[in-house]
């Protein structure tokens, strides 16, 4: 009894270091973020050009925070203490170190299209993007991380319901996230697809993006389908 108690300790103290490892990893990226391409201002006019990147940074900062929150909630709801767990949630890190530079870029570029649209003036701090070739390079990047971020997750869900001990309730829940990450990797795919067959006109450049637009109709697929799933079996 003493070395099994021994082992399921040393096994919480891993996990705790693992959650902390994972936590900063996420806080360096965000920090990635905020300073990415950026020097300190140095007088008024520098710190209004900083502050046009506040948009961009917000919406990778929520995208970010969401595959962070997704992790959060497996391992305080569904953990396993095992090596599969471990090399998964490594995994999750390893591609959202990957995923912040083609996140930022892309928001980048996104805001610098509407405000060159609408201003007739170029954002500042706006990434360099010379061709077509480029836009769809950078769609690449993007869609390969997002679909690697969102299949760690879903492997994580999977594994989970097929060995975590878990209610009706929880195993509804896990079901949830692990069709949404599922989901997000073929929307991600998809996106990826499109952006290499459509054509080198600046015309079809807005397409892969506009592809995630559908992430927002399945999440409410699946939360329909979990009221209804929580409703049956109540």
Known sequence: MSEQHDAAQAGRVEAHRLDGFIDA?????????????????????????????????????????????????????????????????????????????????????????????????????????????????????????????????ACLYRHSLRKAPMSHAQRIEARKVFYTQAGSVCVALLSLLVTLVIPGTAAWTALPGCLYILLTPMYWLAARWTKRAGAYAA
Request: proline share 3%; hydrophobic share 55%; net charge neutral.
């Open 25 to 153: 990893a996420f806080a360096f990226a965000v920090s990635v973020l905020a300073i990415a391409g950026a020097e300190v201002p140095r007088n008024l006019h520098d710190l209004l050009l900083a502050l046009d990147r506040i948009p961009a940074f917000a919406c990778s900062f929520a995208t970010l925070m969401i595959f962070w929150h997704r992790h959060v909630r497996w391992r305080d709801r569904f953990r396993l203490h095992d090596t599969t767990s471990m090399m998964l949630s490594l995994m999750l890190v390893f591609f959202a170190l990957i995923f912040v530079y083609p996140l930022n870029m892309l928001f980048q570029a996104m805001f610098s299209a509407l405000y060159e649209a609408f201003a007739h003036q170029e954002l500042s701090g706006a990434p360099t993007i010379n061709s077509v070739r480029d836009v769809k390079a950078l769609y690449v990047c993007y869609g390969l991380a997002y679909a690697c971020m969102a299949g760690s997750l």
